[in-house]
């Protein structure tokens, strides 16, 4: 028996030969098939899905027996359930550095696309005032083709990115304000969606990275892991990503004690964020570590997550008519902000920092990328990792010219 079989085999046991299970199916990179029905025979109730091109991987619901001729099959080298992803909300742009490499550098994000892979995104005037910065929208949920976003998740992370603060008189920016975004929603009004759908997304993603000048992905969202990175559907498509020249930026978590960092944050490859507590000051010094973060190690053991920045209660943009709007209306800050706590909201702002270096630095590779902020970071506690400070990445990568 394959290694990768032991977790499908546990959950197969307990099915019926024609009983159905949604799965990812990872294929061999040498693999040239390209729909299920040329590895094995389809039985009349198997639903193929998504065949991800770009990650040499197929989604779909497939009965027991069915997923069990693909587990013997030479050309498939994992399968596992399509689990549920969450997004990671547990309910500073000054403290970081950002107004200053936006004033005195000139460096606003301007040109870079960040792909938020999330709840979708509202046309928020911070977004589409000047202009329309919401470059390109995709729908894994309700394949709908305007922007919009019934959670609000995603938009307000969106904002953390590369809001202006044009309904603010420019009080809550985001970091890189003249970055762009791609909304592209993989989770449901709850917050809550599937394996499948992520990594379809993320998929999609690198098809149009040259289109529409996606630099970047941002995952404010994860789930447990069951598995090794090396066999994670979601940490393999980010793999991919990375090497097509993405640089991936995904939430540590929001589960506190040791050893409960999230997929796809634990691959030792992607850059994984982790949260702070500015506590409402610019000074540093009375910074600590969000009590929520999920730290390490990993299940693999590697040390995650890679740098810090403040998640605790962010103020970015509302969605007006969103779930979390109607659950937490207290968060409200005016008509147009929301206050929420979270790595998700600590992934947002390091996309939109990485967003500022790759304008500086057009060539840099997501490896390159990773160095920069992980050299420049400044460590609150010697337990807890690098906080990144914009000042100090900017003057350290003037270094490198």
């Known amino acids: 028996m394959k290694k990768t079989e032991l977790v499908m085999t546990n959950v197969l ?5 024609y009983e159905q299970l949604g799965v990812v199916i990872v294929l061999d990179n040498r693999c040239k098939a390209t729909h299920v029905s040329e590895l094995c025979p389809l039985q009349t109730t198997d639903e193929p899905t998504y065949h991800l091109k770009e990650l040499k991987q197929i989604t779909g619901r497939f009965c027991s027996k069915t997923i069990r001729h693909l587990m013997e099959h030479n050309d498939v080298k994992y399968i596992c359930p399509d689990y549920t992803v969450r997004s990671n909300l547990n309910v500073a742009t000054a403290t970081i550095g950002s107004k200053y490499a936006n004033n ?14 999330d709840t979708g995104i509202f046309p928020h005037y911070d977004l ?18 305007a922007p919009y976003d019934d959670n609000g998740h995603g938009t307000h992370v969106a904002g953390a990115i590369a809001g202006n603060g044009s309904a603010s008189g ?44 996606i630099r970047i992905i941002n995952l404010s969202l994860g789930a447990t892991p069951t598995t090794s990175y090396v066999n994670d ?10 090497r097509a020249g993405i640089v991936v930026v995904a939430a540590a978590g929001n589960s506190g004690p040791l050893g409960t960092i999230d997929t796809p944050g634990y691959d030792p490859i992607i850059l994984t964020v982790g949260a702070t507590n500015d506590r409402n000051t610019f000074n540093i010094q009375d910074d600590t570590p969000g009590e929520y973060t999920s730290s390490k190690p990993t299940v693999d053991g590697f040390i995650k997550p890679d740098i810090a920045v403040p998640g ?6 509302l969605s007006p008519n969103s779930t979390i709007a109607f659950q937490h209306p207290q968060n409200r800050v005016g008509p147009h902000y929301f206050t ?38 400044k460590f609150l506690t010697p337990q807890f990792t690098g906080y990144s400070l914009v000042t100090s990445l900017f003057n350290m990568t003037r270094n490198y010219h």
């Open 13 to 17: 046991d307990n099915m019926d030969d």
């Open 340 to 377: 929420l706590t979270g790595t998700s909201m600590a992934t947002g702002m390091v996309s939109g920092i990485v967003a500022l270096l790759l304008q500086a630095s057009p060539p840099y590779t997501p490896d390159t990328v990773k160095v920069r902020l992980m050299e420049s970071s």
């Open 170 to 213: 420019g009080n809550y920016s985001g970091v890189a304000p003249d970055a762009n975004v791609v909304g592209v929603k993989v989770l449901d009004s709850q917050g809550n969606g599937l394996l499948s759908n992520v990594i379809a997304g993320i998929n999609w993603s690198i098809e149009n990275r040259s289109r529409l000048g």
């Open 312 to 317: 605790t209660n962010i103020t970015s943009l």
């Open 233 to 242: 559907p979601l940490a393999i498509a980010c793999e991919k990503a990375w």
């Open 128 to 145: 589409t005032y000047p202009s329309n910065r919401i470059v390109g929208f995709q729908d894994f949920i309700n394949s709908r083709t």
């Open 104 to 117: 005195s550098h000139g460096l606003t994000g301007n040109g870079i696309t960040v792909s938020v892979i």
